[in-house]
């Protein structure tokens, strides 16, 4: 019943403020007009029943015209308020009761009070409401008790003005608020998207890249050997046809993920334990890899099994297409709460520049999990090396 009740109370909400405010202010305008012309009309017959004579024919049209300044209350409230106080003061000290009998105006001073109260601001407010609450003593003659519930009226008139007013003001700040909170959450979600497309258009280079540089060097040795010994000429192009197959098998899961339902999606990223696959591949390339593991292997957060994945990767693309070696070894360091991974080569490591972006994308994409990325000659001077320590916890876990 309270979701029904709360249903009907925001489109009987939206339905109201459909409504142009002309057309409330005419409304409004007309039952002012109304009140004040029972209210001539009693005061008429109370005069006359006492002796007096009927009100002059344009006492009428004077009381008619008085509610018509309300149509611009929104546009100029305080002007409002004064011409109408002003026109009936006016009106009422030549034709006593005329206008004010039955508290008939009243509706209209009111009226024109709260909208003083919920636009104005300042010394118009209090200017307004000082005047007002004042002429209840100053104005009608009647007892000081009445005086002072009239007063009172009118000061609760403002008040009630300046309570529409705040909340008035308090549903702008919330909306202003909740839109903000919209941007701000639509650009987190275009910065998730943009860092998405990036790591992808990363993995798809390292893929390709060491796809390639496998497969030319492959290609170029069984082009040497291709008539002196044809069974490793076969060899070599048998792996090229699996590093290809691998690179597209890589390429399918990763453009998987951009295609929502699509069962490539849910296909695993790369990890620590698919390494050792990964030096069979360069040891197809006629370098001799050896890799090396210390230590109980832990536990490591998804995002950091794939960045180490494709930085060892990238180390041994660098390899095969600058460094001319003919030794490496990747080495595996195991510590409770990290773990460092070491690759290590004899060739002369990456020209100035030519490996600059794979370099960069390693310190990105460790950097991004809580890790370091040292990169240079070896430990004698002589070869490449890359050394990378990530922790075994999610980057700013306490």
């Not at 001073?109 to 300042?122: E, P, Q, R, S």
Request: a positive charge; proline letters at 5%.
């Amino acid at each position: 019943m309270s979701t029904l009740a709360a249903t009907l109370s925001r489109n009987v909400a939206h339905a109201v403020n459909r409504i142009p405010p002309l057309a409330v202010d005419a409304v409004l305008a007309a039952v002012c007009e109304c009140t004040l012309m029972w209210g001539v009309a009693q005061s008429q017959d109370a005069n006359t029943s006492t002796g007096g004579r009927p009100w002059p024919w344009f006492v009428w049209p004077l009381v008619a015209l008085l509610p018509v300044p309300l149509l611009w209350r929104r546009r100029a409230p305080y002007a409002v308020l004064l011409l109408s106080g002003l026109s009936l003061v006016l009106l009422s000290i030549p034709y006593n009761l005329a206008v004010t009998y039955n508290h008939s105006s009243q509706v209209m001073l009111y009226l024109a009070m709260v909208t003083v109260a919920y636009y104005c601001t300042g010394w118009k407010f209090w200017s307004a409401a000082v005047a007002c609450v004042s002429l209840n003593f100053a104005v009608v003659t009647q007892s000081l008790g009445k005086a002072a519930i009239s007063a009172l009226i009118t000061l609760m008139a403002f008040v009630a003005g300046r309570l529409a007013a705040q909340q008035r003001d308090m549903a702008r700040l919330m909306a202003g608020r909740a839109q903000e909170a919209e941007r701000t959450v639509e650009a987190r979600a275009a910065q998730a998207a943009a860092e998405e497309r990036t790591r992808i258009a990363r993995d798809m280079h390292d893929i390709l890249a060491h796809a390639v540089s496998l497969m030319i060097v492959q290609a170029e040795a069984g082009a040497a050997v291709v008539h002196q010994d044809p069974a490793k000429a076969e060899k070599a192009f048998d792996a090229i046809s699996d590093g290809g197959r691998d690179a597209l098998t890589q390429l399918r899961r990763m453009l998987g993920v951009l295609r929502d339902g699509d069962a490539l999606a849910l296909t695993p990223q790369p990890t620590v334990a698919e390494l050792p696959r990964l030096v069979e591949t360069v040891r197809s390339a006629k370098i001799d890899v050896r890799m090396l593991v210390q230590g109980t292997a832990v536990r490591l957060p998804p995002d950091t099994e794939v960045a180490l994945y494709r930085t060892v990767q990238e180390a041994f693309t660098n390899m095969l297409k600058h460094a001319r070696a003919e030794r490496a070894e990747l080495r595996l360091d195991w510590a409770p709460d990290a773990l460092t991974v070491r690759v290590t080569d004899d060739g002369v490591g990456p020209k100035q520049g030519v490996a600059g972006r794979g370099l960069i994308g390693i310190r990105e994409r460790i950097g991004a999990c809580g890790g370091t990325v040292h990169t240079g000659p070896g430990a004698d001077g002589t070869g490449f090396e890359v050394l990378v320590r990530v922790p075994a916890r999610q980057h700013g876990e306490g």
